[in-house]
């Protein structure tokens, strides 16, 4: 007899499968802990700022007789300053990419995996054949909803790196909802 406990359980060991079975497809060369989007977006603000309050910086100053060039170090402060803003937008824009690139390759393989189903199983590599189908349709029964929650996310990803004028090859958004279904 099962009890509320177990039930909870079982349930907690299936989204775990679930979660694993995605990893190995989606989440292949994914970072997967980092911090939230609003502590991206607030730091390449922050970033931002300081970039424009160096570029107002005088670029000489007169102390007496002695003036000081300060462009130098303006251009050194400004080529950090786009370092770490590239840091942080090129973080998000290459792990967005790998999952998107991540869930593109996923449904090529499932397409391609189930194009042949076998009339029969009679011949061994007609068995083999429609083992290689169900395989590929327990990964996407697998799978499925987990990669479906990461797609909110991805677009909020996008939609923060529009915003801080990443450029981006292709239209990830339009991707992501060719995908979705």
Known sequence: MRTGADDEDQKIEEEQDSFNWMATKILKGVVTRYPSLEVFDEKIAHLTIVKKQIAEIKQSYDIGWLRVNSLPLIRELEKTIDAWIIAHTSFLLNN???????????IHDVSEGIKVVPKSNESESEKAQLMSVMTHLRDVKMIKEKTLEQIDPMKQAIMLMKKHQVKMDEDFLVTLEANKS
């Open 96 to 106: 967005t990419t790998r999952q998107i690139e991540n869930i593109k390759q996923f």
